[in-house]
Structures are given as C-alpha cells and as structure tokens.
C-alpha cells in the first residue's frame, strides 16, 4: 500500500496564497487539512464567479428554473399551512448569483408570499451578481448577523460541501491528524505528529493504515445555531448537497477547477474545494437543539414529490422549441445516474409546524 503521508503530490505554485501559506508551514510545520481548505475557499470564492461554462462548475439552480421554482413552491406550501405567519424572512447560506433565490421568489409570490431577503455571503464578486438577480436584498457575513425576530425560511443549496472538514488518518502506529506539509517546490497531505487515538470511536481504531474520518465542525456548529433560530423564532429549512449519512470512513476532499477534477494541494485558492455532507451528524446535531428533522431523500425523489414531471411538462408546452432542453434539464437534475441520487435533501423545522411536502 503507498504511504498516505505522501500521497497526492500538488505542484507549488508562485501565488500569493500559495506564498503566505508556504511560509506558515515554514514557520510552523505543518497545517491542518481544515485551515488550508478555509484559506484556499475564502480565496477562491472572494475573487470570481465560479458557476456556469466560463467558470468551474454548475449548480442546480443554473440548469433550470424548476429547481429554485420548486424550492419555492415548497416553502410556500409550509407557510401557508403553518396559517401564514406574520415576519417571516427567506434566507439563503451561500446563494450564488442568486438564481434559486429569484425562481424562488417568483413562486412564492403567485402565492402571496413576499418575504424580506436576506443572504449570507462574503464574496464581493458573488454578492454583485445576487443584487442584479434580486434587487433589495440584504447581506450579512454570517447566521450571527441575522434578525432574529420572526420566522426563517432558510434554504442552503451546495453551502455545507464547501465548509473546511477536518481529517484523522491511520498511521501504521496510530491516529493522526491529516496535515499539509510543503516539501520543496510541492505541497503534500502528511500524517501529524500528535496522538489522537483517544478522540475515535472504539470501533474505528484498529482499521486498515490509511482509512481517514472525516469530520466538520464547522457544519456542525451552522446546523445547530439554524436550529436553534427555528426553534426559538419558528420556520423551517431546506439543506440540499452531495454527502451522505454518517459518520463513516472515506477520503472525499475533491477540487474542482474548469468543470474537471483537479489537484486539492496544487494552486491554493484557484479551485473549488469541496467534500460530502454528513448529513448523519447534521440531522444528531439539529435533533439536539429540538427541531423536527426529515430525510434524507434523494435530490430526484424530493423533486419528482413536488411536482418536476407537471412543472417540466407545463415549461414544454410554453416553449415547444425547448421541449427537448427542458427534457434534459429535469432528467440532470432527477436522474439516480446523474444528480438525483448523489445529491439529498434533509429539512428541519421548527416545533408547532406542520411537516413539508416531499418526505414519505
């Protein structure tokens, strides 16, 4: 078996991020796993617009008004039932350019529904494109800077997959924390040096050298303090990603630059870092604060409950000359092979709410 402290070499590279983090490992050893993928992230998305063909990937939201439609329709149907509560507030973690929250929007309104907005995001370049999709909006850093006065429609679509995740790997000699260590012009993962055997679960410690945990507690502490705010002020909320229910071993660290894999330790904040959500201990820690939590199901399952095939249908017969985009727009997003079962949906809401559509 190779050795896992040296796998996955990424060539150095001469920018600025690569530069200031070459010299804290220089001057501190080694960095953690979670502190080069949060400084690579902050980077990457401070400085462009990542989504659509100019950029690296695209999201749910980009490849068809369905999704934000039924995202939407979704919410509204929870308010409505809940006998349309004054106050409530939409919120989106991470929007994007905006997009889903506009369809959103849109279909909430033909219900009556029009709610303040607000973002949270930190990106300059991102929160430019938000204001041109929805006029009036406001932004905050974080949860902490929203009102917390009233209900909260919350939706966080691809947000906790870009979270910085911590990783333990198993040496030959024990658990370690999983590390970035520069040697010569590369950066490579590296086991570190401190014990942490105590911190793993008994039924984990004695597995094959090279399994790796991972965790985030990050997402963690953002799925409680959501939790805490709908069960203290009412709502509900929609997280949609890739991941899984966890805990469980695996690597799934990935860099995405180009709409290709690319290297997570070659060029620091120059592509998209992401990892699988463990919607397992998201769905523990929101239970804890006392809120209803549901799912997961698949991204394709939930869509189809509400309505994609009617609203897909109704899209062609508007626009006959893009039946067959339409057509395959709804298959990317529903499809088991394609985004529909890699992708889940769990939500949370608050106590004395009524339960959403979508969840058998």
Not at 23 to 46: F, K, L, T
Not at 126 to 148: N, Y
């Amino acid at each position: 078996m190779p050795n896992p402290s040296l796998a996955q070499p990424g060539e150095g590279r001469t920018t600025a991020l690569a530069a200031a983090l070459r010299r804290v490992i220089e001057a501190d050893g080694p960095v953690p796993i979670g502190h080069w993928m949060a400084a690579a992230n902050a980077h990457y998305y401070a400085t462009r617009d990542p989504l659509g063909a100019a950029g690296d990937f695209t999201t749910a939201p980009e490849i068809s008004q369905m999704f934000g439609e039924l995202v939407g329709v979704w919410l509204l149907d929870l308010w409505l039932r809940a006998g349309r509560p004054a106050g409530v507030r939409f919120v989106e973690l991470g929007p994007g350019r905006g997009t889903l929250a506009a369809d959103a929007l849109r279909a909430m309104r033909s219900g009556g529904l029009a709610p303040p907005v607000h973002f949270v995001e930190t990106s300059p370049a991102l929160r430019a494109k938000q204001a041109e999709a929805v006029p009036g909006a406001a932004w905050h850093d974080s949860l902490a800077d929203l009102p917390d006065d009233g209900p909260l429609l919350l939706v966080a679509n691809e947000f906790f997959d870009a979270l910085p995740v911590r990783q333990l790997i198993r040496a030959t000699d024990g658990w370690r924390e999983r590390m970035v260590a520069a040697v010569g012009e590369l950066f490579v993962p590296a086991a570190g040096g401190r014990p942490l055997d105590r911190i793993v679960p008994d039924h984990l410690r004695e597995v094959a050298p090279g399994s790796v945990i991972e965790t985030s507690p990050a997402s963690v502490a953002i799925a409680r303090e959501i939790a805490r705010r709908l069960r203290d002020g009412g709502g509900a909320a929609l997280l949609i990603d890739y991941g899984y229910e966890g805990p469980m071993l695996g690597d799934t660290l990935q860099a995405v630059r180009g709409h290709a894999r690319a290297n997570p330790f070659e060029d620091p904040g120059e592509a998209d870092l992401t990892a699988h959500v463990d919607f397992g201990t998201l769905g523990v820690a929101a239970r804890a604060e006392g809120v209803h939590v549901l799912g997961t199901v698949g991204q394709g399952a939930w869509l189809q409950a509400m309505g994609v095939e009617q609203r897909a249908a109704a899209l062609a017969a508007g626009a006959p000359d893009k039946a067959g985009e339409i057509d395959a727009a709804r298959q990317r997003l529903t499809t088991p092979d394609q985004m529909g079962e890699l992708f889940r949906v769990l939500a949370l809401v608050a106590p004395g709410w009524p339960m959403p559509a979508g969840f058998a």
